[in-house]
């Protein structure tokens, strides 16, 4: 059976626990947050969980090639993505409910931590 055809979207869309994978085809974690500034839409990369090193780290969003529905995909190789500086958190967006009293749904918002 053939592999449905991913749907590349926003950051802003970017699935909680999506798995992260390298320019090589490799799980290298999941992710946790985005980190932006979502009110002057800058992005500034995705922190993802470490699968191997245990430990948050953020792919810096030039090093994001594309996220879709399924996942988010980096132009680095596995090797490269462990090389990335363990991430601190500054000002990050939370995936929680947003919109009216009428009309919620899930999306990211501030964060309070």
Known sequence: MAEEAEEQVSWRDVGAQA??????????????????????DIFHGIVFRHARL??????????????TTRAVYLSKDSAAA???????????????????WLWKHMGWKDSSE
Not at 19 to 40: F, H, R, T
Not at 82 to 100: A, D, K
């Open 19 to 40: 798995p992260v994978i390298a320019s090589d085809g490799q799980e290298v974690g999941k992710v946790q947050e985005v980190a932006a500034l979502d009110q002057e």
């Open 54 to 67: 245990g430990h948050s780290q953020l792919a810096p969003a030039a090093d994001v090639e594309r996220i």
């Open 82 to 100: 462990e090389q990335y500086e363990e991430f601190h958190q500054l000002h990050v967006s939370r995936l929680g409910l947003r919109g009216t």
